[in-house]
């Protein structure tokens, strides 16, 4: 019942992807393991001792290898033991990118 409920507020379809995220608040940061896509939002395994709450804002910082990490803003809108779900503040393509 509760992933029908996010499915049906959420801009897009969640895509399965298999990257990389590092998750920074103010002076914090995690590595994570992204979980699925979609151009609103994200959700990623959460890393241990994940601080976050639902309505943090948070900088992903998203990277698959050598290069540049595409830069994403976005609110946490679901916390769960084993899960953080985004909402990003603009919509983004799948896997996000620099423009």
């Not at 896509?37 to 910082?61: D, I, K, M, T, W």
């Not at 990490?69 to 990003?88: C, D, N």
Request: glycine content about 12%; charged content about 20%.
């Amino acid at each position: 019942m509760e992933e029908t409920l996010l499915k049906d507020r959420r801009t897009g379809d969640r895509v399965p992807f298999a990257i990389q995220v590092m998750i920074v608040h103010g002076d914090l940061a995690w590595a994570a393991d992204v979980l699925d896509l979609s151009e609103g939002g994200c959700g990623v395994f959460r890393p241990a001792g994940c601080l976050l709450h639902e309505g943090n804002v948070a900088q992903l910082l998203f990277f698959g290898g050598t290069g540049p990490a595409v830069p994403v803003s976005a609110r946490i809108a679901r916390v769960t033991e084993r899960h953080l779900g985004f909402e990003y503040h603009e919509l983004q393509t799948i896997p996000p990118s620099l423009r």
